[in-house]
């Protein structure tokens, strides 16, 4: 008896902190920190996302993903057939959306990245998509399993934005004052 009441004891614990980790609605950054949420409120191709030379996830569908990071200039890219960069100069404490929508490709589907204030059409979309649904969360082992196989593809890529891609495209950018305000996302 003793051990099963110790068992509902952890069973509940691990339950009760699983549910906190993985929880859904907007979540504050950690102190020094800032975040950064990738969502998609229409039904899209499978997309992997980057951070600049690092490979940080994949989904699909109606769906979203929380990147925390330092504040100041970052690059974020998602490939499909093409390939889609934001560039970032964060601020510490501050929350940022990007709305991934699927366009028309070659031969699939294409992606495109817009960084979106309150004001934006398609925010409340995302709002509540946030608040309804946890985000998608990738294992640390699958994410450094997909970095090691992609590493010739990352440098690759890397090397077009900086030849030729950073001048010649005009990819959005994320500026300190398109956060989104806490009274908004609560």
Same mark, same amino acid.
């Given at each position: 008896?003793?051990?099963?009441?110790?068992?509902?004891?952890? $069973?509940?614990?691990?339950?009760?902190?699983? /549910?906190?980790?993985?929880?859904?609605?907007?979540?504050?950054?950690?102190?020094?920190?800032?975040? =950064?949420?990738?969502?998609?409120?229409?039904?899209?191709?499978? +997309?992997?996302?980057?951070?600049?030379?690092? +490979?940080?996830?994949?989904?699909?569908?109606?769906? +979203?993903? !929380?990147?925390?990071?330092?504040?100041?200039?970052?690059?974020?890219?998602?490939?499909?057939?093409?390939?889609?960069?934001?560039?970032? &100069?964060?601020?510490?404490?501050?929350?940022?959306? $990007?709305?991934?929508? /699927? %366009?028309?490709?070659?031969?699939?589907?294409? $992606? @495109?990245?817009?960084?979106?204030?309150?004001?934006?059409?398609?925010?409340? %979309?995302?709002?509540?998509?946030?608040?309804?649904?946890?985000?998608?969360?990738? /294992?640390? /082992?699958?994410?450094?399993? !997909?970095?090691?196989?992609?590493?010739?593809?990352?440098?690759?890529?890397?090397?077009?934005?900086?030849?030729?891609?950073?001048?010649? @495209?005009?990819?959005?950018?994320?500026?300190? &004052?398109?956060?989104?305000?806490? &009274?908004? =996302?609560?």
């Amino acid at each position: 008896m003793k051990t099963l009441k110790i068992l509902s004891i952890i $069973v509940i614990g691990m339950l009760t902190l699983g /549910s906190s980790l993985f929880a859904q609605g907007f979540k504050p950054p950690a102190e020094g920190k800032a975040v =950064i949420y990738f969502v998609t409120v229409k039904r899209t191709a499978n +997309y992997e996302y980057f951070h600049k030379d690092k +490979y940080i996830g994949v989904f699909k569908g109606k769906n +979203y993903m !929380r990147i925390e990071c330092d504040p100041g200039e970052h690059l974020f890219w998602v490939s499909a057939e093409n390939k889609y960069f934001v560039t970032t &100069d964060l601020r510490e404490g501050d929350t940022y959306i $990007v709305i991934v929508t /699927s %366009k028309m490709g070659m031969w699939s589907a294409g $992606v @495109k990245a817009t960084p979106i204030t309150e004001e934006h059409e398609l925010f409340e %979309k995302a709002q509540a998509l946030i608040n309804e649904e946890a985000p998608v969360v990738i /294992s640390e /082992s699958k994410i450094e399993q !997909r970095n090691s196989e992609l590493v010739e593809f990352i440098d690759n890529i890397m090397n077009h934005y900086e030849d030729e891609w950073k001048e010649k @495209k005009d990819f959005p950018h994320i500026s300190p &004052d398109m956060a989104i305000p806490l &009274d908004a =996302i609560k």
